[in-house]
């Protein structure tokens, strides 16, 4: 039997509008600390409760290399009564805010590769957080673009996107679909706890998305796909417990375990040398040597991260040729990281030329998706 390949066709970038620098965030949040502090002066002085610790713009460019961030609403977070963004819920008859942001990245796809909608089988809605129990968020966003044949969600945190990969080749293999969007609209902010000193300049918001395609009816340019490698390993040191038994308003300063939370040492010690080896691993097996691999496209997990696993898996330091990072401007974005790195670092790539789209983060989780500049 004839099995199809299946290629990336074209990927698709909405950036929203609004940025919030490292200046103005930890402006915003040494304000919420003097007003805690000077709040609960007696409760911290007779010892009942900790003061609070300011954060500062140096810490934050050394820990993680994240200079700006986008974001859907900026005057919410910044907000110190408020410290989370402003997003009014609409009604029912009204495209969700997820779905528009994904939408837009759906479309910018679709334009680059030449496709239309109608020619597309399948939507795969893959992010870290869906803006609802159901309908499922990948059926509205099929219905926005008018579009036959099936969605569905799938979460794998910072992982989502390539496993949303795999599962469209899989689907184009199988021959269950010609054309598979996979969209990644990452509202991060919504998850984020912008009170917690640790990790409140963690997260930027913004929407990716891959079209993949039988290749015998992809656009020049496309990319071959030389192997996909996904893996799971459990751990509670990236969790959020929100959900629909435990919920939370995260306007309010106890919802923490209801959002982001990490034992951010213990990732990072635990998770390089997991993708590391997984990559070396997954290169072994497809013949790929390190000389042969032109560019690392890695999840934009943050910059010391990205610089030691790029090392390991290289045998040297990568330059920014080699392993572009997006973190100064868009912070990390789960899921979309790797894609947008992918989606802005194309240059210089002549047919032949392989690259390595990777995700890694909560779950564990990790994905690494080997592609070669088609001919
Ligand atoms: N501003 C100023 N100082 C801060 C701060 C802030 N916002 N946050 C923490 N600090 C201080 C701590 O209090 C600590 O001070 P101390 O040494 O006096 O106790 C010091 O900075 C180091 O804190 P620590 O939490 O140990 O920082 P780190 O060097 O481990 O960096 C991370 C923190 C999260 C950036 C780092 O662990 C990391 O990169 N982890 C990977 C996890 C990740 O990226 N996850 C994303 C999902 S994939």
Redesign the pocket.
Known sequence: MHIPEAVIAATGLHTPDETISNAELVDSFNSYVAKFNSENAEAIASGAIPAL????VE??EK??GIISRHVVNRSGILDIDRMCPDIPERPNDQPSILAEMGVKAARDALTRAGRDPSEVDAVLCAASNMQRAYPAMAIEIQSELGIEGFAFDMNVA?SSATFGLKTAVDFVRSGQARSVLVVNPEICSGHLNWRD??????FGDVATAILVERRDRAPEGHWNILGARLKTQYSSN?RNNFGFLNRADPATANASDKLFV?E??R??KE?VPLVAEMILDHMAELGIERQHLKRLWL?Q??A??NRLIAAKVLGHEAGPEESPTVLDTYA?TSSAGSIIAFHLNQDGFEPGDRGLICS???GYSAGTIFVEKSY
């Open positions: 610790s300011p954060s500062s810490f934050i820990a993680s910072c000193r640790d990790s409140h300049f963690i990236i990490q951010g040492r990732v990072f998770v999840h997990a943050n010391n991260m990390n890694f983060g909560a």
